[in-house]
């Protein structure tokens, strides 16, 4: 029966071609613009570690002094040099990691390479197997090498490519500020986004090029890079900053359970006190302990213009459903007539019903390909836009079939008015007026 009354539905659409193409028009256009802003919004704010994220915390402590204290304000969005060696060594997770951005000089022993600036981040060993970052080649380096400042590094696939031509570059030597490191891993393709585990690097950066062991990268003295917020008279500099009172440091722990991030919560309360006790916090104990992504909702990843741009392109898919009602009403009262032989010859109340709504289904699998076309026209200007999230704005495959069922829906939503309605004409008027 379905193949009759889509039979049925394409000649009556091929009749009306102005009426057709107007409705398919009027759901490509409300479906493009939702696509394109939900697929934009889709990409910003979902989950970068699904199925771990929930077991990722990020702790915040409050040692700064009394200026500008507060007691409803939160606590300091990164940790000291002391504090974060003191929460790394105490190891009441089950994995935790040290880390901050920075820049390298790398100098490339190919004769056709220049020495060029990579952006490098300079973490803890827990780091590779906590965000699950995939090898390509080799692995990360052991805590041994966290604490005996290994001359090691990691790279990425693409830095790989440029310096090695593809090749496993595992124990190739990397020379970065006249200091030679030994490649000892190379990641494949990794990109979270939204770039969780260091916001002040940019919500949605890239991911680094190097990575180097801390410790390492504080002997060798590499270039950091990023926030750093200091007060009192031991603020120091850049060389000093392991003695300073400076929050520049980004501190994450895996905690497998509930009850586990309960105790290390109060860990970190106590740990709070105690300092506050030697005489290194000023301010009440402050401690916070949220999620990964607790904490970005926190720091307000997504901008706000995208979600509002969300509502607003709903309101304009509302506009097209209405408009496409008008339209098939229209169209559907127009063909009385015919739907009153229908009738007349016995097709019931529900057959003709499900012939309109049939009808109004092929409407919107087009408007749905003609949206589909409208959102990879939005999402490539989206890509040309300066905002860091740009280049992110492309359409998977969940987003692809969102496509098409939304237009389905929002069609049948738009038909069922104008269907319910041609069905409660009588068949005697029609057939008496013909």
Same mark, same amino acid.
């Given at each position: 029966?379905?193949?009759?009354?889509?039979?049925?539905? +394409?000649?009556?659409?091929?009749?009306?071609?102005?009426?057709?193409?107007?409705?398919?028009?009027?759901?490509?256009?409300?479906?493009?613009? %939702?696509?394109?802003?939900?697929?934009?919004?889709?990409?910003?704010?979902?989950?970068?570690?699904?199925?771990?994220?929930?077991? $990722?915390?990020?702790?915040?402590?409050?040692?700064?002094?009394?200026?500008?204290? /507060?007691?409803?304000?939160?606590?300091?969005?990164?940790?000291?040099?002391?504090? /974060?060696?003191?929460?790394?060594?105490?190891?009441?997770?089950?994995?935790?990691?040290?880390?901050?951005?920075?820049?390298?000089?790398?100098?490339?022993?190919?004769?056709?390479?220049?020495?060029?600036?990579?952006?490098?981040?300079?973490?803890?060993?827990?780091?590779?197997?906590?965000?699950?970052?995939?090898?390509?080649?080799?692995?990360?380096? =052991?805590?041994?090498?966290?604490?005996?400042?290994?001359?090691?590094?990691?790279?990425?696939?693409?830095?790989?490519?440029?310096?090695?031509?593809?090749?496993?570059?595992?124990?190739?030597?990397?020379?970065?500020?006249?200091?030679?490191?030994?490649?000892? /891993?190379?990641?494949?393709?990794?990109?979270?986004?939204?770039?969780?585990?260091?916001?002040?690097? /940019?919500?949605?950066?890239?991911?680094?090029?190097?990575?180097?062991?801390?410790?390492?990268?504080?002997?060798?003295?590499?270039?950091?890079?990023?926030?750093?917020? %200091?007060?009192?008279?031991?603020?120091?500099?850049?060389?000093?900053?392991?003695?300073?009172?400076?929050? #520049?440091?980004?501190?994450?722990?895996?905690?497998? =359970?509930?009850?586990?991030?309960?105790?290390?919560?109060?860990?970190?309360?106590?740990?709070?006190?105690?300092?506050?006790?030697?005489?290194?916090?000023?301010?009440?104990?402050?401690?916070?302990?949220?999620? +990964?992504?607790?904490?970005?909702?926190?720091?307000?990843?997504?901008?706000?213009?995208?979600?509002?741009?969300?509502?607003?392109?709903?309101?304009?898919?509302?506009? %097209?459903?209405?408009?496409?009602?008008?339209?098939?009403?229209?169209?559907?009262?127009?063909?009385?007539?015919? +739907?009153?032989?229908?009738?007349? $010859?016995?097709?019931?109340?529900?057959?003709?019903?499900?012939?309109?709504?049939?009808?109004?289904?092929?409407?919107?699998?087009?408007?749905?390909?003609?949206?589909?076309?409208?959102?990879?026209?939005?999402? #490539?200007?989206?890509?040309?836009?300066?905002?860091?999230?740009? =280049?992110?704005?492309?359409?998977?495959?969940?987003?692809?079939?969102?496509?098409?069922?939304?237009?389905?829906?929002? =069609? $049948?939503?738009?038909?069922?008015?104008?269907?319910?309605?041609? %069905?409660?004409?009588?068949?005697?008027?029609?057939?008496?007026?013909?």
């Amino acid at each position: 029966m379905f193949g009759y009354y889509l039979d049925l539905a +394409l000649q009556s659409l091929r009749r009306n071609k102005v009426l057709t193409a107007l409705m398919v028009l009027a759901i490509a256009l409300g479906i493009g613009a %939702c696509m394109t802003t939900f697929t934009v919004l889709h990409v910003l704010s979902g989950d970068p570690l699904p199925g771990k994220s929930a077991r $990722l915390f990020y702790p915040q402590l409050d040692p700064r002094d009394m200026i500008d204290y /507060g007691a409803d304000k939160d606590p300091a969005s990164q940790v000291t040099w002391t504090d /974060g060696m003191n929460l790394l060594k105490a190891k009441r997770a089950e994995r935790q990691v040290l880390m901050t951005g920075g820049d390298v000089p790398v100098q490339p022993a190919q004769s056709g390479l220049e020495p060029f600036l990579s952006d490098a981040r300079y973490t803890t060993a827990d780091f590779f197997p906590m965000f699950e970052t995939p090898f390509l080649f080799g692995h990360g380096w =052991s805590e041994a090498e966290d604490n005996g400042k290994a001359r090691v590094a990691v790279i990425t696939r693409t830095l790989n490519d440029k310096l090695f031509g593809g090749k496993d570059s595992t124990g190739q030597i990397l020379r970065m500020k006249d200091t030679a490191f030994q490649v000892i /891993g190379v990641l494949d393709t990794w990109r979270p986004n939204p770039h969780f585990y260091d916001l002040n690097m /940019g919500n949605y950066a890239a991911t680094e090029d190097v990575f180097v062991p801390l410790a390492t990268a504080r002997d060798v003295r590499l270039e950091r890079d990023g926030s750093m917020n %200091c007060w009192g008279k031991g603020s120091g500099d850049a060389e000093h900053l392991e003695a300073a009172t400076c929050v #520049w440091l980004q501190f994450w722990v895996q905690l497998e =359970s509930a009850d586990k991030a309960a105790a290390y919560r109060t860990f970190l309360d106590n740990y709070s006190k105690e300092q506050k006790a030697l005489g290194r916090f000023q301010r009440p104990p402050n401690v916070r302990l949220p999620n +990964l992504m607790e904490w970005m909702d926190i720091n307000k990843v997504v901008p706000s213009d995208v979600r509002l741009q969300g509502w607003l392109a709903l309101g304009f898919l509302l506009v %097209c459903l209405v408009n496409t009602v008008g339209l098939m009403l229209a169209k559907f009262l127009r063909r009385s007539g015919e +739907l009153g032989v229908r009738r007349a $010859l016995g097709a019931s109340k529900r057959e003709v019903f499900m012939q309109l709504l049939v009808e109004a289904a092929v409407i919107g699998l087009a408007g749905g390909i003609g949206g589909l076309l409208l959102a990879f026209l939005g999402l #490539w200007l989206v890509r040309l836009q300066p905002a860091d999230y740009a =280049s992110l704005a492309h359409l998977d495959l969940s987003m692809l079939l969102a496509t098409f069922m939304l237009a389905i829906a929002a =069609s $049948l939503l738009a038909g069922l008015l104008p269907a319910w309605r041609a %069905c409660q004409i009588a068949p005697a008027l029609q057939l008496k007026s013909q």
